[in-house]
C-alpha cells in the first residue's frame, strides 16, 4: 500500500520477518514497518510495557519473533534473546481454566507455585528450584517485591482480568532488574487497546465462590485511562479457609511533546482465614494484607531514549496467631508495615555499533514492626488498628548502577552487561554482578543459545529478624549469591514453537529455614553450597494452522521440567530450599466442539523432592516426617465464545485428587465454577 504524504512516497509493510533489510535501500524510500514501529515507541526500555495490547497480542498462527520483551535493559524482540523466556499472550489466558495469576502460573516452565490459600489468596512462587524469596514480581516493569517476605509479593493490585500478557525469565536477572532477580523474573503487563471499552466478569461456584470485575479504557484526546475494579470471596474448601480479596487500579498515559507519560495506581485489600499456613501446631491462623501502590514514569522522544521513574510501594500486613480463643500465653497480633520508595533512571541508544543501555536505580526498603527489627526509642501507632504499636523498625539501602550492550552480526547475537551492587546493610563498596548472553542461527528456524550470569539476593527483614513459637530469624545473614550456567536449541515455525535446554546454578551462602530433627523450631541459615541442575523441555503446536482453520484441535503444548539439588552442608529438614519439583510436566490442549462452543484441558504432574513434618490433625501432638507424594492435576473450561460475550464452565482438580504444594496445608478437591464475560464497545 502507497500513500503520497508531503511529496514523500511512504511504503507500508504490514508483516516483519527476519530475512534481510537490503531491500529497504535498493527501493530507495523511507520505510514504515508498523508492528515494529508501534512497539519501539511504546518499549523504548525495558520498563516502559504498559498498553501493548495491539503489538504484542500475537495469535497462535503468527511468530512471536518481533514481540518486543523486556528481559533486557535494552528493548530487543523475542527474536533476538539469548534467554529462556516465556510468555503468556491474552488469548493463553483467557483459555486457560483460572481465575487468579497464581493459578495461571501453574503452567509456566519451570515455575512451581506453592499454594497456601486458594484463588490468589497467598502463593510462593519459585523458578527453576529456587525459593519463593528468589523471584523478582514486576507491574508493568516495576519492582514490586516485597522486602518483608517473598510471601507477600503476589499481593498485586490487579486481577486476572487486567493482565494482558505474562513475561517469565527463568535465570538469573541481576544485571537487568537489580537484586533478588536471583533464580528469574515475572513482569505482568496490563492492557488497554486502542479503543474506549468496557469488560465485566461474574462467576460463581462451589464453596460460596464469588468473583466479580469490570475495567474500562477511556481515551480522551492524548490520554489514555484504563481503570479496574475486582472482589472475589468464599467461604472457604475446608475450616478457616474463607477469604475476601478486593482489588482497585488506576493506570494513564498522556502523550506530550516530551515523550510519554505513565501513571500507575493501585491497591489490594485480603482477609483470609490461614489454616496451618505456618505452623500446622496453630491451624486458626488468620491474616489481613492491604498493600498499596503507585509509580510515575516519562519515557522521552529523540535518538536517545531517557525514562526516568519514581514508585512507592506500602505493605501492611496483620498476622493472627488465633483467630479466635487465644490461648493464655498469647500475648497479641504480629503487625508489619513495610513502604519501599525507589527512584530510576535509564538510557537507551543504537549506533553502528549495536544498542546500548545504562541505568541507575536508588531503593529504600523499610519496615515497621511488633518483631521484626530493632527496638525503637519511641513505639509507633499502628495505623487502623486500636491499641497496637510498632516497637522496632528498620531501613536500608540499595544502590545499583547498571551497564549493558547489544550487538547482532549476521546469524550471532551478543550482550553482555554488568550489575554494580551497594547496600547499607553490608559492610562492604559495590559488588560487581556480570552476565553475557550469546546466540547463533543454525537456520532460519533454529538458533543455539548460551549464557553465563552471575546474581545476588538480600535476605528479607523476615529472614533476618522474625522469632515465633516455631521460628528464630538469624541477623547475621550473608547474602546469597550464585552463578548460572545454561545453554540449549530453540525451533520457531509457523505452527511449531520447541525449546530444549539445561542449566546449572552454583549457590553460595544459600538461606533456608531448616532444623536438625522435627522437635526443633525453624532458623533461617545460610546453608553454604547448593548447586542446581535441571532440563528444560517445551514445545507448542498449533494445529489448526499445521492442518486446518477448521481442524477441531487447535492448539497442543507439552513441558516438562527436570531439576537435581546438591547440597554440600549437614543434612537439615528443609521448609522450602530442598523442597523442589523434581520433576513436572505440563499438557495443555484447546479445542472446538461445536461452532461456538470449545473447551481446554490443563493437566499437571509433580513430584517434589523433600519432606514435611505430618501432624494429626485430629491430635496436634501426634507428628511424623512424611516425603511428598507425586500426583496429577486436571482442570478444564468448557466456553461458548461470541465477539461480546463468553460463557463458561470450568472446573479445578477435576479428579478430586488429596494433595499438597507444602506439608499439612491441605489443597481443595474438584472446585466447579461458572461465569459469563461481557466484552462491550462504548
Not at 490459600?117 to 524469596?133: E, K
Not at 491474616?287 to 521513574?309: C, D, H, I, Q, Y
Not at 528456524?445 to 538480600?458: D, F, G, I, T
Amino acid at each position: 500500500m502507497k500513500k503520497l504524504i508531503k511529496n514523500t512516497e511512504l511504503s507500508y509493510f504490514k508483516k516483519w520477518t527476519r530475512h534481510s533489510y537490503s531491500i529497504f535501500n535498493s527501493i530507495k524510500r523511507e520505510c514504515v514497518i508498523s508492528s515494529l514501529l508501534v512497539a519501539y515507541i511504546l518499549v523504548a526500555t525495558p520498563q516502559n510495557i504498559f498498553a501493548q495490547a495491539d503489538t504484542v497480542l500475537v495469535n497462535n498462527n503468527q511468530k512471536l519473533d518481533e514481540v518486543v520483551v523486556s528481559a533486557q535493559r535494552a528493548s530487543v524482540t523475542y527474536s533476538q534473546m539469548a534467554r529462556v523466556v516465556t510468555i503468556m499472550d491474552k488469548e493463553a489466558i483467557e483459555s486457560a481454566p483460572v481465575q487468579s495469576l497464581q493459578d495461571l502460573l501453574e503452567y509456566v516452565l519451570n515455575v512451581d507455585v506453592r499454594q497456601r490459600g486458594n484463588h490468589g489468596v497467598q502463593a510462593d512462587v519459585s523458578i527453576r528450584g529456587g525459593s519463593f524469596d528468589q523471584t523478582m514480581i514486576l507491574l508493568n516493569g516495576v519492582n514490586i517485591t516485597d522486602p518483608q517476605t517473598g510471601h507477600l509479593s503476589l499481593n498485586l493490585p490487579v486481577d486476572i482480568e487486567s493482565i494482558e500478557r505474562v513475561e517469565v525469565l527463568q535465570g538469573p536477572g541481576a544485571r537487568v532488574y537489580g537484586p533478588n532477580a536471583f533464580s528469574g523474573a515475572i513482569n505482568f503487563i496490563t492492557g488497554t487497546g486502542n479503543k474506549d471499552k468496557l469488560k465485566i466478569n461474574v462467576s460463581a461456584g462451589e464453596n460460596g465462590f464469588y468473583s466479580g470485575s469490570a475495567n474500562t479504557t477511556i481515551i480522551t484526546g492524548k490520554l489514555k485511562s484504563y481503570v479496574a475494579l475486582a472482589h472475589k470471596s468464599s467461604d472457604g474448601y475446608i475450616d478457616n479457609t474463607d477469604f475476601k480479596n478486593s482489588n482497585a487500579f488506576y493506570q494513564g498515559q498522556l502523550s506530550t511533546e516530551v515523550g510519554l507519560l505513565d501513571l500507575q495506581l493501585g491497591y489490594n485489600e485480603k482477609a483470609y482465614g490461614a489454616n496451618s499456613f505456618y505452623t500446622a501446631s496453630y491451624p486458626n491462623q488468620f491474616e489481613e494484607n492491604k498493600t498499596t501502590f503507585a509509580s510515575l514514569r516519562l519515557t522521552t522522544n529523540g535518538k536517545v531514549k531517557m525514562t526516568p521513574n519514581i514508585y512507592w510501594r506500602r505493605s501492611q500486613d496483620r498476622f493472627e496467631l488465633f483467630r479466635d480463643n487465644p490461648a493464655s500465653w498469647y500475648s497479641g497480633h504480629n503487625y508489619h508495615l513495610t513502604d519501599v520508595y525507589g527512584t530510576s533512571m535509564n538510557f537507551a541508544f543504537s549506533s553502528s555499533l549495536g544498542k546500548t543501555a545504562a541505568g541507575v536505580e536508588l531503593r529504600s526498603e523499610n519496615v515497621w514492626s511488633n518483631v521484626l527489627g530493632e527496638l525503637m526509642e519511641t513505639p509507633m501507632k499502628v495505623p487502623g488498628e486500636s491499641g497496637a504499636f510498632f516497637t522496632k523498625s528498620h531501613t536500608r539501602t540499595n544502590l545499583s548502577y547498571f551497564l549493558e550492550h547489544n550487538v547482532f552480526l549476521n546469524k550471532f547475537t551478543f550482550t553482555a552487561g554488568v550489575l554494580a551492587n551497594w547496600n547499607s546493610d553490608l559492610d562492604r563498596s559495590f559488588s560487581f554482578y556480570p552476565g553475557l548472553d550469546v546466540s547463533y542461527q543454525i537456520s532460519e528456524n533454529s538458533k543455539l543459545y548460551a549464557s553465563v550470569n552471575k546474581a545476588l539476593r538480600m535476605p528479607t527483614f523476615t529472614d533476618l529478624y522474625y522469632v515465633g513459637p516455631t521460628n528464630i530469624g538469624n541477623t547475621d545473614l550473608d547474602p546469597e549469591e550464585a552463578t548460572t550456567y545454561e545453554t540449549g536449541i530453540k525451533f520457531n515455525k509457523s505452527g511449531i514453537k520447541a525449546h530444549a535446554g539445561v542449566f546449572k546454578r552454583e549457590g553460595r551462602n544459600m538461606i533456608d529455614w531448616v532444623k536438625a530433627n522435627s522437635e526443633d523450631k525453624w532458623q533461617s541459615q545460610n546453608i553454604t553450597k547448593l548447586d542446581t541442575w535441571g532440563i528444560e523441555l517445551s514445545s507448542n503446536f498449533n494445529l489448526q494452522y499445521l492442518i486446518s482453520d477448521n481442524f477441531f484441535i487447535k492448539d497442543i503444548s507439552v513441558k516438562y521440567a527436570y531439576l537435581d539439588v546438591n547440597k554440600a552442608s549437614s543434612e537439615f529438614i528443609s521448609r522450602y530450599v530442598l523442597d523442589q519439583l523434581k520433576h513436572k510436566l505440563n499438557i495443555s490442549v484447546n479445542h472446538k466442539i461445536y461452532k461456538s462452543l470449545g473447551a481446554s484441558w490443563q493437566m499437571a504432574w509433580q513430584d517434589r523432592n523433600g519432606s514435611y513434618t505430618w501432624y494429626n490433625k485430629s491430635d496436634l501432638s501426634q507428628t511424623e516426617e512424611r516425603t511428598y507424594r507425586p500426583f496429577w492435576l486436571v482442570d478444564t473450561k468448557l466456553y461458548w465464545q461470541k465477539p461480546t460475550y463468553t460463557v463458561y464452565l470450568e472446573a479445578s482438580n477435576l479428579l478430586d485428587h488429596e494433595y499438597y504444594d507444602m506439608g499439612n496445608i491441605t489443597q481443595p478437591g474438584r472446585w466447579i465454577r461458572a461465569g459469563v464475560k461481557l466484552n462491550l464497545n462504548l
